[in-house]
């Protein structure tokens, strides 16, 4: 597989990546929300969402930490904001979902990234959102590799991408 990158600003302070798939709304949200269908490709939760907050274990990256993620919208299925960590370098996350006739659009807005930390944070959500395709349309999110496709092959087009970042204000 020759992944392209495929992220882009927008407001020129947030990345943000998309998908397609062939599927309804309601499946997708099933798979970027139910513990189960997101072990497949990126983690697993724990806790109460009702709460506002859960603990977020990537076993994609074989971590055996938990990390605390607060959720601060849901409006299933389309409209997942989370803030991934409690410290001020935490990373705010919006996943939007619509649907269109059978086929949906994911997309991932990654607020506000660390320019000195986008050439690996946009390979990183290229690659999750690609192993995302490959669980939802029967292939194998093992196959998808980050060290050959993605870090440090998209290392480049993210650093430009960073140099164009305006910060929040």
Known sequence: MTARPTGHLESGAHLVLTRTFRTSVHDLWAAVTETERLARWIGTWTGDPSSGRVEFLMTAENSDRPEPVIIRRCIPPHRLGVTLGTTADSWRVDLDLD?????????????????????????????????????????????????????????????????????PG
């Open 99 to 167: 649907d269109d006739d059978g086929t949906s659009l994911l997309r991932l807005t990654h607020r506000y990234p660390d320019p000195a930390e986008l050439e690996s944070v946009g390979p990183g959500w290229e690659y999750y959102l690609d192993r995302l395709v490959a669980a939802e349309t029967g292939g194998d999110p093992d196959a998808v590799d980050f060290a050959r496709d993605y870090h440090p092959a998209m290392s480049g087009y993210y650093r430009e991408l960073a140099g164009q970042l305006r910060p």
